[in-house]
């Protein structure tokens, strides 16, 4: 038996996806909109001194438009050498010891144990901030590129294993079932199941670290850790804006390279 | 050669999903599972080599009671098992030819097969087995350059390369088209026949489990409801197994099969 087409509802609407009480939702929104008002508020800008800053910001620009590379030549060569070699080691040592508390933080993988201790020292890693460490790093072990290189490498520890943790979460279990199955130990099974199903996306991350490393390493210097970042704090310092600007575009430049190369790297290892 | 006792497994949400199955499969005999989804079957052939661990019940293969083994006695055990998967199950990144060898995991050291170092008889048997599935010429391919039906021959490959003694095959024609379904199916059956390997073949296709099986298991809702030869595979029996439908149409199709 077949109803009247006319006999079906003509309307049709979609559920909303949370809170079902139309009033309710309504005065969320209501709430939220108020709140940000409220919040815009009380900004309180200082119009005179914006208008002061103005002049000094235009001169930095007017520095950045005619960038000094040749005077302090010598400064920022040392400076680019120092971040450049903290930036590889601290890359390196961070991915060396990554990768085993990132399987260990693993769910799927990892004995429950493991999995908490290895997710703390995650969550601690990654709950400081880089300059945070960098000081504390500074003040354990004096000025210098020492201290940024564990500021960097334990950043890194935090960061990549997160990411290689969540990785190896979303792996095709059929592929480990299948390895397990087989009669493989453990480090079989990481090596012929896991290994190959992550390693595209590890060599991805580990290229973005390290461009991510250069650039903290010009944030870091500035609180003491050495490098490029020390070279341009001493620049401003002396109001050098054309030297500042000079070694600005040598950070973006670098920058720019990694980001250029580990495009093509990634194309290339999927 | 394989024996199950009362077997039950029930998981942790509180359904079970196998309840008391008993059997026994002398060695040779290749044996067709079949049942509604959810019944158990994917359930049952896992609980066989522990990769689902059953909550009561026993299984023997051979002299070795599998339930109650030892991790390290669990891997040597392991080996001895050969599985096929429904999706292939294949190692997509890895060659054709790691993929067979890791077959071997099982017989040699962690720093051999991380270098790829197999024993010479190791990677000969790969590469007859390779040149017994008909793709020779494929072995340094990856995996996931390869059709359906290639890839399921690699999956027979990698569980032969293991010298089973005992052969557990989850849905292996549900992903491919009926013709190859049967090239692959009567590959197995051929590869059970020359090795006298026994198999569970976990089949969904009723027509498919008539024409390639010797013997029949029915199961619904974790319990053994047949266990017979093709022959007796009839409507009251298939109703009793899947519920009622119009089974005549499956007839005349096995029929013209």
Not at chain 1, 165 to 171: F, L, N, R, T, V
Not at chain 2, 3 to 24: E, I, M, P, Q
Not at chain 2, 138 to 161: F, M, P, W, Y
Request: with cysteine; aromatic share 10%.
């Amino acid at each position: 038996m077949v109803d009247k087409i006319s006999s079906f509802p003509k309307t049709w609407k979609r559920p909303p996806v949370f809170f079902e009480s139309a009033p309710l939702r309504y005065s969320l929104y209501a709430l939220a909109l108020l709140w940000f008002v409220l919040a815009i508020g009380t900004v309180d800008v200082n119009w005179s001194r914006v208008a002061e800053g103005m002049d000094r910001g235009w001169r930095f620009v007017k520095g950045f438009l005619t960038p000094d590379f040749t005077s302090r030549w010598k400064d920022i060569s040392a400076g680019l050498i120092e971040s450049l070699t903290m930036t590889l080691t601290s890359t390196v040592v961070g991915i060396v010891l990554a990768v085993p508390i990132g399987i260990g933080a693993a769910r799927n993988i990892a004995p429950k144990a493991v999995y908490y201790v290895c997710r703390s020292i995650i969550a601690l890693s990654r709950s400081l901030q880089e300059i945070i460490i960098a000081i504390l790093f500074v003040a354990m072990f004096g000025f210098g590129p020492f201290a940024g290189f564990l500021t960097l490498s334990f950043a890194t520890i935090g960061f990549m294993s997160k990411l290689l943790a969540e990785d190896i979460e979303d792996i095709d279990e059929s592929q480990t079932e299948a390895i397990r199955a087989t009669g493989s130990s453990w480090l079989q099974l990481i090596n012929y199941a896991v290994q190959p199903q992550v390693m595209p996306r590890l060599i991805g991350l580990s290229l973005y670290r390290l461009d991510i490393n250069f650039r903290e390493s010009a944030v870091i210097g500035i609180v003491g850790a050495g490098g490029i970042g020390a070279t341009l704090n001493t620049a401003i310092d002396r109001y050098e804006f054309d030297s500042a600007g000079a070694i600005l575009l040598i950070i973006i430049f670098i920058v720019m390279i990694t980001e250029y190369s580990s495009g093509y790297v990634r194309r290339w290892v999927q | 050669m394989l024996s199950v006792n009362h077997l039950s497994k029930t998981y942790a949400a509180g359904d079970k999903a196998l309840d008391d199955v008993t059997f026994t499969i002398p060695s040779g005999q290749v044996v067709g599972l079949i049942g509604p989804s959810g019944a158990g079957k994917s359930t049952l052939i896992r609980c066989i080599n522990r990769l689902v661990e059953p909550t009561s019940g026993s299984i023997q293969l051979g002299d070795t009671t599998i339930t109650g083994l030892s991790t390290s006695e669990l891997r040597a055990v392991r080996r001895r098992i050969g599985m096929i998967f429904q999706e292939y199950a294949l190692v997509e990144r890895l060659t054709v030819m790691e993929n067979v060898l890791s077959g071997r995991l099982g017989y040699v050291s962690f720093w051999r097969s991380f270098f790829r170092k197999f024993p010479a008889e190791d990677v000969q048997k790969a590469f007859a087995l390779l040149a017994r599935v008909g793709l020779t010429d494929h072995a340094n391919k990856r995996a996931d350059a390869l059709s359906g039906g290639q890839r399921q021959r690699v999956g027979i490959a990698r569980a032969l390369e293991q010298d089973p003694q005992l052969l557990l095959i989850d849905e292996p024609t549900a992903s491919l088209d009926p013709k190859t379904s049967r090239q692959v199916m009567r590959l197995l059956l051929e590869m059970c026949n020359e090795r006298g390997l026994p198999a569970i073949i976990n089949i969904h296709d009723v027509v498919l489990a008539r024409q390639f099986t010797e013997r029949i298991i029915g199961l619904q809702a974790g319990k053994i409801v047949f266990d017979g030869p093709p022959s007796e595979l009839d409507e009251s029996v298939l109703t009793r197994i899947y519920g009622e439908e119009d089974w005549k149409t499956l007839e005349h199709d096995s029929e013209a099969a």
